[in-house]
């Protein structure tokens, strides 16, 4: 695996644990910027927001840069947004603080999963994705806690004064440990970027992702009020929980990757039909303890883990150029937008179970639209297993033409 894929996995790290760094500090924060614990949730909306409307454009921007230099800019627009949300004195700078960052971040990770395939070989791309994406699971498990750690024990400025430096830290090993290259593969003018987007199959595959994603965070967004209000757990054990389900992501990540270039459509249609039943056992058993901790981490193993398999659908359906990379992540960002703004409705609706009766609903769903891509894999299967007649060639010695047996 080529050093750069674990280079850009470290920026990865940074940009999430800036998107998650808010969740952690809510109170310290409303208290510093005079301002009411939603007015801070709208920070988290505004970073999901701005990465989803505003990263493609970004993108666009920096299309004809060679990589390596458009991440670099990148790190540059994102370090100033953590600059002045660590400097920010009221409310205003730090919103817009927080859209500069949600849109570099967006960008961030359409150039740097475009980078990966670049300069992995095609047979090894989807174990690549995982790597780098382990940045995101990595950011989960362990940057959140410790932001928050930090921003507890010496003010949430601090919180992103930190992130601040791991951004440098993660800017200067780009510098020297990314190659550089001339161009993204797929690249090209803004006409041939935007082309493969015609296809109505690809509006079908990228909304697989947010379906996949929306069934995921429609739980995860509301971990914490089902873990202590529903199963009883107590404030000081659910960090713990999360911790553990951290955990899960990082070893189903890897897993997936392993399987993501060869299985693609198959990893997909299980990491549905599993998310769905451990959904659904969440929403029936989530007064248990056991069963509930045994499904949050079923959740974690087959959920959000499915990235490596989403985005080698998507590179294979569209290219593995940045725009489509960028895009997909937007798309991707849609589904963590939509699966915790309905979860917030259903839970007024029907009380703490509901966003996991919603997440079951939308994977099944999110099963229906890989379900074609199965069924024309295995019609594929069954055609190439007919033989077909072999090539002719000419004998050595000019005489009668020989057959040449070709593996079908």
């Not at 790190?75 to 949300?85: C, E, M, Q, S």
């Amino acid at each position: 695996m080529p050093r750069a894929v674990y280079v850009l996995a470290l920026g990865i790290f940074a940009m999430v644990t800036s998107e998650f760094v808010v969740a952690g500090l809510m109170p310290q924060m409303a208290e510093g910027l005079d301002a009411t614990i939603p007015q801070i949730g709208y920070l988290i909306t505004a970073f999901a927001v701005a990465m989803a409307a505003g990263g493609p454009f970004l993108t666009v921007a920096l299309m004809k840069f060679p990589p390596r230099t458009a991440l670099m800019v990148l790190f540059v627009i994102f370090l100033a947004g953590n600059v002045l949300a660590a400097t920010a004195t009221g409310y205003g700078t730090m919103m817009a603080a927080r859209i500069i960052t949600g849109i570099a971040s967006q960008a961030f990770f359409g150039v740097g999963i475009s980078m990966c395939a670049q300069i992995t070989r095609p047979e090894i791309r989807g174990r690549a994705i995982a790597v780098a994406m382990n940045g995101l699971m990595l950011g989960t498990l362990l940057g959140l806690p410790i932001s928050t750690l930090v921003g507890e024990r010496f003010g949430w400025r601090a919180a992103f004064w930190t992130i601040t430096l791991i951004t440098v830290i993660a800017a200067v090993a780009t510098l020297f440990g990314v190659p550089r290259i001339d161009r993204a593969e797929g690249g090209g003018s803004f006409r041939q970027e935007v082309g493969v987007f015609k296809k109505p199959k690809m509006w079908l595959v990228l909304s697989s992702s947010t379906l996949i994603i929306g069934a995921t965070f429609s739980a995860f967004s509301y971990f914490n009020p089902i873990l202590t209000d529903v199963t009883g757990f107590s404030t000081g054990t659910v960090p713990l929980l999360l911790i553990a389900y951290g955990a899960a992501t990082v070893i189903g990540n890897n897993v997936v990757g392993r399987f993501a270039d060869g299985h693609t459509v198959p990893v997909l249609t299980v990491g549905l039909v599993l998310n769905a039943v451990f959904l659904t056992g969440f929403a029936l058993l989530a007064d248990l303890p056991a069963p509930a901790v045994i499904c949050m981490m079923g959740i974690g193993l087959v959920g959000v883990t499915m990235n490596p398999a989403m985005v080698t659908r998507v590179q294979r359906t569209g290219n593995a150029g940045p725009l489509v990379n960028t895009v997909h992540s937007s798309f991707i960002t849609l589904g963590i937008i939509l699966g915790s703004s309905i979860g917030a409705v259903v839970i007024d609706a029907w009380g703490l179970r509901a966003p996991l009766w919603l997440g079951a609903i939308m994977a099944i769903i999110g099963l229906a639209t890989v379900l074609p891509d199965l069924g024309r894999r295995s019609a594929t299967a069954g055609a190439t297993a007919v033989p077909e007649p072999a090539p002719v060639a000419a004998a050595p010695d000019g005489g009668a033409p020989a057959k040449q047996t070709e593996q079908v």
